[in-house]
């Protein structure tokens, strides 16, 4: 399981995908992808933040709200928290590529697919 910023951080930019850069907006570390918010760390709570629209982080929250919850400073967005210590590599990955698939410019997206065989 995933713990810590650095865990997740280091484990994003393992997954080698391009158009990823660490920023620092408002003074607290982020990736982006593709210049738009990727992955990062809540800096009100101990947890992961990633992209649900309102429905998927109401059924991610009913199924395990151990693991998905919310902040109410988050409420208004489109984003799930995930607690520190109980984010699954596999979840993760499957998570954070589909995040960087969806800020990907379509145009880019289909060449880079195309390269990709």
């Not at 998927?56 to 400073?73: G, I, K, N, S, V």
């Amino acid at each position: 399981m995933i713990q810590t910023w650095p865990q997740l951080r280091d484990f994003a930019l393992a997954l080698n995908l391009p158009e990823v850069a660490i920023d620092h907006p408002w003074g607290h570390e982020v990736l982006k992808a593709h210049g738009k918010l990727w992955c990062y760390w809540s800096v009100y709570e101990d947890a992961a933040v990633f992209k649900a629209d309102h429905d998927e982080r109401e059924a991610l929250m009913a199924a395990d709200p151990q693991t998905f919850f919310l902040h109410p400073h988050y409420a208004p967005h489109r984003l799930v928290l995930v607690r520190a210590g109980r984010i699954d590599p596999d979840w993760a990955r499957a998570r954070l590529i589909r995040q960087w698939r969806e800020a990907a410019p379509k145009r880019w997206l289909k060449a880079w697919d195309a390269a990709q065989g």
